[in-house]
């Protein structure tokens, strides 16, 4: 079935930093949705891409979909203290009925 | 509007005893998951509905059962609980498969001593 991996498992960066968590799927995605856990909370929806070489940008955040749609990434410009959690990137396996989580990015700031 | 709501938010249970956590949403949502998240592992996915009436397989069904008798509701059961099912479960919603966000609800920490 369908595997969906992000690398690295867990980033501690400086405040100000960038941050960047890389997500590869075994398979062709028809979109790839990003999700960001705050610590004791729940995945809250951030974006989705759905076009070969997407890039959107909200705020600090840059989200870039691989040209063939198979690699996708998130990109955080001078991290905050609000930037902390986990990120999950999430993406249909074929029939479009439900996603595939990727097992996650932790991370962590340094005030 | 509430969105997506779980109950219990917390439950020990001992090894055998049964129990049902509850999902509802108020947003008209054709679809809902169940998911468990452990530590390292991820959102794994324990069985969902594409609509009111009908459940499907996840990943990790074993030793889960679920209903959704009400288009609101979907209802996840363990008849005989297992330390190995101790996690946080969520539940999510959704309007269209893989295709929208999913809207996930508050969750439960289940422990089985």
């Known amino acids: 079935g369908q595997q969906v991996m992000q690398i690295p498992q867990y980033q501690h960066v400086q405040e100000g930093e960038d941050f960047t968590t890389y997500c590869n799927s075994s398979?062709?995605?028809?979109?790839i949705q990003w999700y960001k856990q705050r610590p004791g909370g729940h995945p809250v929806f951030l974006i989705q891409?759905?076009?070969?070489?997407e890039v959107k940008k909200q705020k600090r955040l840059t989200f870039q979909f691989g040209e063939a749609k198979k690699n996708s990434s998130l990109h955080i410009t001078a991290t905050q203290t609000t930037d902390v959690g986990t990120y999950f990137c999430?993406?249909?396996?074929?029939?479009?009925?439900?996603?595939?989580f990727g097992t996650g990015t932790r991370l962590t700031i340094i005030p | 509007n509430a969105g997506v709501t779980q109950t219990p938010k917390f439950r020990v249970l001992k090894t055998g005893q049964s129990m049902t956590l509850l999902c509802a949403q108020d947003m008209n949502h054709e679809y809902m998951y169940w998911y468990r998240q452990d530590p390292g592992m991820g959102l794994r996915l324990i069985h969902y509905?594409?609509?009111?009436?009908?459940?499907a397989k996840g990943e990790v069904p074993d030793g889960y059962n679920v209903s959704r008798l009400k288009k609101q509701n979907f209802l996840l059961g363990l008849e005989s609980a297992a330390p190995s099912q101790t996690s946080v479960y969520f539940c999510a919603s959704t309007s269209w498969g893989g295709y929208n966000e999913q809207f996930f609800g508050p969750g439960t920490r289940l422990t089985v001593l």
């Open positions: 398979t062709t995605l028809s979109n």
């Open positions: 891409l759905v076009k070969s070489g």
């Open positions: 509905s594409v609509g009111e009436g009908t459940t």
């Open positions: 999430a993406g249909p396996p074929g029939g479009n009925e439900k996603l595939t």
